[in-house]
């Protein structure tokens, strides 16, 4: 690798090449985020690395970063080497905050704003994990009420009749009031025929089990053993259900639920009591002519005079709150057709914008950090985001044409290639004889996507029941995976026991592999090369500023290897 960095004592730096510039890319990209928190003070057994106009680099500060890189940002290579890499991302770090500076970022609305929402965000943080979250606590008698009140401590023996029409459930259910029997009417009428064969019975299912089997929590925890329910609604069957056994179930899933259910409602009760304590402490003061500006803003659907008004909203112990400051907070997703009401945005304005101000105030106000730990803060974040609005200046007018995009496509197939893959609709469900029922609902015409409720997958509700395998996926799904692989299209398979539970599943594409056509990956196309062509327009704008303020730069090499001795590289 060409020298970044000149060997010779005190020396000035010399140029990088434009090579090298785009190897330091990866690492720079992260020096916003983790290199602030180690450019502290230094003292005489800390000696500077490296002067950049009047800004110095310790090597304790060098070291701190260096140890701080996650493994995969790690310089790719060795001795003096790694050294002078490392210590160009800090050099280049100070060379963008002097041009961010040179160019009056800092001191820009974006920028100080910024500083500003980020600070009271973390301010606010501290306050309530210091102050309020210790005062909630969760009492076990609580928990076990819960547990008991909602039917987590049994679990039960189900029985259900399952068919096509609310007409054959109501025929069912006369069978039954005039005393056939449950099992005889299930062998009778029930379209899965594994239960039906059994009189009915399904196994032992939990609340949450009978829930994903279209039984209603109440049914679950209130009908009595033997009774037969009501006509029940089960997608687009019908069924009825009754239970012949309880039996006690582990209650510990449910019970960690529990506590953080009744720790996070404990958690607002205690953060509304705060905040009402604090509106009499700090003697609170809404101005309505300013609420007014902005109910009226938004029911005319036109905020733009809420962006420069500093009319003040809230005042409270000698702080101010104005329209413009709570319009940036509004302006990051609120409803607006809640905030064109006037109690609507009194609501949203109290969660949104007076909570934190106020909870950030009374941080400062208790010394829960003192003044100059909170000055180090706001100064790596005006760092941070100086440095990230740079990055946007030089970025944001790169730009590529169609044509280029194509032409990316055609000289980079390498990128666009895809291993065989299938897309699957898919269940997981509880027990093999619940997976037999789902299967059987389907093949009378149920649509899978509507029983998507009861399958234990996290995401299946979001993706429709819907997943993407492919041959890499196999360490995780052992089983599944090489039976979608082998699976027509179409066909309906399953129960197949896997991991977790037994899976009813359908394959709706399979996807051979090769190289995807361009109209699929047109927009991966452009963001790849987009992504190229910032980064090299970043790497030719940190080489301008190498060569620009190399007269300013100075190296101080002999003092790299104690800095970052082998055992750190």
């Known amino acids: 690798m060409p020298s970044l960095i000149a060997r010779s004592t005190a020396t000035r730096m010399t140029v990088a090449t434009p090579r090298s510039a785009r190897s330091l890319c990866s690492i720079f990209l992260l020096l916003a985020y983790t290199c602030a928190a180690g450019l502290m003070g230094c003292g005489p057994s800390d000696p500077v690395v490296a002067e950049i106009a009047e800004k110095t680099i310790t090597a304790d500060q060098l070291r701190t970063f260096v140890e701080k890189l996650p493994g995969g940002l790690k ?78 401590d049994r679990e039960r023996k189900l029985n259900a009749i399952l068919v096509h029409t609310r007409e054959e459930i109501d025929t069912v259910a006369t069978g039954l009031a005039e005393g056939v029997t449950f099992a005889e009417m299930a062998r009778r009428f029930s379209l899965d025929d594994r239960s039906a064969a059994q009189g009915g019975e399904l196994g032992f299912v939990d609340v949450e089990a ?36 309880d039996r006690p179930a582990d209650p510990t899933k449910a019970r960690h639920q529990l506590k953080e259910e009744l720790y996070t409602q404990g958690l607002q009760q205690a953060q509304e009591e705060e905040q009402e304590q604090l509106r009499a402490r700090f003697s609170l003061v809404r101005h309505d002519e300013a609420l007014s500006l902005i109910v009226d803003a938004y029911r005319r659907q036109n905020t733009t005079s809420l962006d420069n008004s500093d009319m003040p909203l809230y005042t409270f112990d000698g702080e101010q709150v104005s329209v413009r400051a709570a319009q940036q907070v509004l302006r ?40 100059a730990e909170l000055e180090e803060h706001r100064r790596e974040l005006r760092e941070d985001i100086l440095l990230a ?84 996926e196999v360490a995780l799904y052992p089983r599944l995976v090489p039976a979608m692989l082998a699976a027509k299209k179409g066909e309906l398979m399953g129960p197949l026991e896997v991991d977790g539970g037994w899976s009813v599943f359908r394959i709706a594409y ?52 104690k800095a970052l001795p082998d055992e750190v590289l």
């Open 75 to 152: 310089s790719p290579y060795e001795g003096d080497a790694a050294r002078r890499h490392y210590l160009q991302s800090l050099v280049d770090r100070q060379l963008m905050l002097l041009e961010g500076h040179r160019r009056g970022l800092d001191t820009t609305r974006a920028v100080t704003g910024a500083v500003d929402n980020t600070t009271r965000s973390w301010l606010t943080t501290l306050y309530l994990s210091s102050v309020v979250a210790p005062r909630v606590q969760v009492d076990t008698e609580d928990i076990q009420r819960l547990i008991t009140e909602r039917g987590y």
């Open 210 to 245: 009978a829930e994903r089997s279209y039984v209603p929590a109440d049914v679950f925890r209130d009908l009595p053993l033997g009774q037969v329910s009501e006509p029940l609604s089960a997608g687009k069957s019908w069924h009825v259900v009754r239970f012949t056994e």
């Open 332 to 371: 990051g997703g609120a409803p607006p057709r809640v905030l064109a009401q006037r109690e609507g945005a009194i609501a949203i304005l109290n969660r949104r914008v007076l909570a934190p101000r106020m909870f950030a105030h009374a941080a400062i106000v208790e010394d829960l950090v003192d003044g």
């Open 389 to 472: 609005t740079l990055r946007r200046q030089e970025t944001d007018m790169v730009d590529v044409s169609e044509i280029e995009v194509r032409q990316f496509y055609d000289d980079h197939p390498e990128q666009f290639v895809h291993e065989r893959s299938v897309w699957a609709e898919e269940l997981l469900l509880a027990t093999e004889s619940e997976a037999r029922q789902v299967h059987q609902l389907i093949v009378d015409g149920a649509d899978l996507a509507e029983l998507v409720s009861r399958s234990l997958r996290a995401d299946a509700e979001r993706r429709s029941a819907r997943h993407h395998y492919h041959p890499g």
């Open 510 to 561: 399979a996807n051979e592999g090769g190289i995807e056509p361009f109209d699929s990956v047109q927009r991966q196309a452009r963001a790849l090369l987009l992504k190229r062509r910032q980064q090299s327009a970043l790497g030719a704008f940190l080489q301008h500023l190498r060569d620009t303020h190399a007269s300013v730069v100075v190296i101080h090499a002999e003092h790299l290897a």
